[in-house]
Structures are given as structure tokens and as C-alpha cells.
């Protein structure tokens, strides 16, 4: 019963990827390429830092100003230390009922999503995530910072791209914006200040920004301590302190942060 169940879920993942592709491939139906009819609909990928765990969660985004009837994402990881595990479409605005959702892994880095609506409505205009890209690599690999692209694949018949489709079933490229993976050893790096953890280590106003919304406004917590504790005090505690040595930094030519432990 158990291979009976298993063969028939293998069936229905390749039925429901398959019903997609026919739906967005242009080699399947002949669809019409089209520029995009109004504002520059765009994908975004989100830049993470992983300190080392092994894992990390990559968000993807996209705004759109029209209905849309397919969203097709292609992308590749540019390491060959990184590969895909699945995609989340929980909480994206493409979640909807009456809607394929799949993915295709290809040689473990590059990965297409595809999202299809079968009835109305179709995913209406607006901005907001699409889902969550899950990743792993090996522990203690040296830091480095994996780019995720858009990428086109030709498998046979078939070419995969990133691409929308509009309520007339014609095809359009849409604007990409492209994110980082940031491995790295040690949550901090260089200088202390980077309070909300990007990719490039950055210390500016959105760290600011990002630590007021931590005191007073309750947002997220600081992604790394040590970052967030600015001053550098020796029981490397988070304060009101530290937004206001930032803040002194910034706007008035301040002492520097110290450097990591």
C-alpha cells in the first residue's frame, strides 16, 4: 500500500507540473512574447547571511500592476556548495486556492517555480512574497556570497525562464533584481554595527532604522548581538546605548564602531 501511495504522488507531482508547463511553455501553446504592458512588474531576491548553520531561507518577491495568469521563476544559485531543497508558497500572494504550484530542481543548483491559477481569479495586481527558497550546504565551508540569478534552461522541448503571463495567456519578461547567499563563519564581522544582518556587512541609516524599530516599535530582534551591541560594552548588551552611538557615528562624524571580538 505504501508503494501504491508513493507511486501515485510521484504521478500526481509530475501531472501537476507538467498541466503548469503546458500553461506557461511557449513551445507547448504557441504563446505570444509581449513587453510588459504598464510599470516594470519585477522579481526580487532577497539577500540572507547564514552563519554557518548549514541551512538558510531565501524570500522571493514580485510585484505585478495587472492580472496575472502564470508566474514562471528560473533561477540559479552560482555555487556549487549550495542546493535547493524545496519552495514555500505559504503566506505568498500566489497561495490561492484552484492554483498549481511546483518546482523542478536541476542539477541541484538552478531551480524553476511555477504558479498557475486554473480558475478566477487570477493573482491580482499588487506587490508582496511569492514564497521561501530552502537551501543547505556543508558546515565549515569558507565564507562566501552565492548570487542567485535569473538563468534560461533548455530541457528538450521545454525552455524554462523567469517570465509572467498576463489574463490573454501572452508572455512577458519581467524586471529582476537579483540576491545573495552570505556564508560565513562568526555573526560578527569586521566592525560591529550591521544590525540587520545584510549580505554586504553594511553599516548605514537602515541600521538605525532597524534598531528603532527593535526598541520602540517591536520588530525583529537583531539577527547577530555582537553586531548590535555598537559600543562594544563587555557584556555585549543591546540598548538604547547603542542606537544613540550609531546614531552619533552617522549623523555626526562619531567614533567608529569597534571592531568584532
Request: contains cysteine.
Amino acid at each position: 500500500m505504501k508503494a501504491i501511495k508513493k507511486q501515485l504522488k510521484s504521478f500526481w507531482s509530475i501531472l501537476t507540473f507538467g498541466l503548469a508547463l503546458v500553461a506557461l511553455s511557449p513551445v507547448a501553446n504557441a504563446a505570444i512574447w509581449i513587453f510588459d504592458p504598464g510599470l516594470g512588474d519585477t522579481v526580487r531576491i532577497d539577500s540572507v547571511t547564514s552563519y554557518n548553520t548549514g541551512s538558510a531561507v531565501v524570500p522571493i518577491y514580485f510585484y505585478n500592476d495587472e492580472p496575472l495568469a502564470g508566474i514562471e521563476v528560473t533561477v540559479n544559485i552560482q555555487s556549487t556548495n549550495i542546493t535547493v531543497d524545496s519552495f514555500s508558497w505559504v503566506g505568498g500572494r500566489a497561495n490561492g486556492a484552484g492554483t498549481i504550484r511546483d518546482i523542478e530542481i536541476f542539477a541541484a543548483h538552478s531551480v524553476t517555480i511555477v504558479t498557475v491559477p486554473l480558475t478566477d481569479p487570477l493573482i491580482p495586481a499588487g506587490t508582496g512574497l511569492l514564497g521561501k527558497l530552502y537551501v543547505h550546504y556543508p558546515t565549515g565551508i569558507p565564507d562566501e556570497t552565492a548570487f542567485i540569478d535569473s538563468t534560461t534552461i533548455v530541457n528538450g522541448l521545454i525552455v524554462y525562464q523567469t517570465s509572467f503571463s498576463d489574463a490573454s495567456a501572452s508572455r512577458f519578461i519581467p524586471q529582476f533584481r537579483r540576491g545573495a547567499i552570505a556564508i560565513r563563519q562568526g555573526c560578527c564581522l569586521n566592525r560591529r554595527g550591521n544590525t540587520n544582518g545584510d549580505a554586504n556587512d553594511a553599516t548605514n541609516i537602515i541600521d538605525i532604522t532597524f534598531l528603532v524599530n527593535y526598541f520602540f516599535k517591536q520588530g525583529p530582534a537583531p539577527v547577530c548581538r555582537q553586531e548590535a551591541n555598537v559600543n562594544g560594552d563587555a557584556k555585549e548588551s543591546v540598548n538604547i546605548v547603542d542606537l544613540t552611538f550609531l546614531v552619533i557615528y552617522i549623523f555626526k562624524g562619531g567614533a567608529q564602531p569597534p571592531l568584532c571580538p
